[in-house]
């Protein structure tokens, strides 16, 4: 496996590529759930790219920047292991320059939800990915289902400015206990753990609900928040795939989100319905 530090390397590196570049961009601290990205990457193209970067501009003061899980030994392992062909890990001053353009996602789905909370998250992320996604000039892009919103912002991004690369949505992994894995799961002692249980669990009363027929968001909402008591509660929301506000769930079209923290750690989770 290639370790590519500077944007020099990669953009030398992925020169040599002739075939399909499948590219999976991460923050590093590993789990089942990059893995399974990664693993679809390598079976779907001839060449896997990897990045692991903690980009600053997603972050608010405020927000875990600085303490952000660092694996880095483990990772390079992991991504070894699953057969990656080059793992790409720059500094923040290959990346960022002082006086670039910005990106400003759409305020209509970026302010709502995760940015209601997070202002201006969504045009770090996609200032970054779109630096990735030209520098590696990737065939395909493995992103995760698990952030739905930043998910529909980088298609939409994609689309909109004409990006020659293809998102591939990738489904949400679980631990055994129906926890989504996040690296963020690291700061969760074993009773936190316990209770964060409770975000999955609040999905599966959502999707019980409706195998019996209930389609009201509001009576869905109701249940999941009884469930999603002892957490502080973010928020409990069912939208329609493109993020709009619904009062009827569409089979097939919608989205059931939530957001909570437990003790300090903020999670989210969803499900596709
Ligand atoms: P991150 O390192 O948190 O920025 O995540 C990198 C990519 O992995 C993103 O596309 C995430 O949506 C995806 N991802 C994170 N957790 C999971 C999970 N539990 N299942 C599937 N994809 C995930």
Redo the contacts with the bound molecule.
Sequence with gaps: MKILQTTEELINYRKTLKQDTGF???????????I??IKTSISNNQNTIVS?FV?PTQFLEGEDFTTYPNRYQADLKICELAGVDALFIPNIDDIYFKNEPSIIAPMKQSYILEGERRPKHFDGVLQVVLKLLNLTKATNA??????AQ??FLIQNMVKTLFIDTNIVP?????DENGL?????NTYLSDAEKQKALNISKSLKIASKEMIKGELNVEVIKEKMSEILSELQIEYIEITNRKFEKIEKIILKDSIVLVAAKVGTTRLIDNMWV
């Design positions: 999976v961009p991460t923050m590093g601290a590993l789990h089942q759930g990059h399974s990205l692991i980009n493995y992103f995760g289902k698990k952030d930043q998910l990738c489904e949400i992994i679980r989504a894995l996040s690296s963020r």
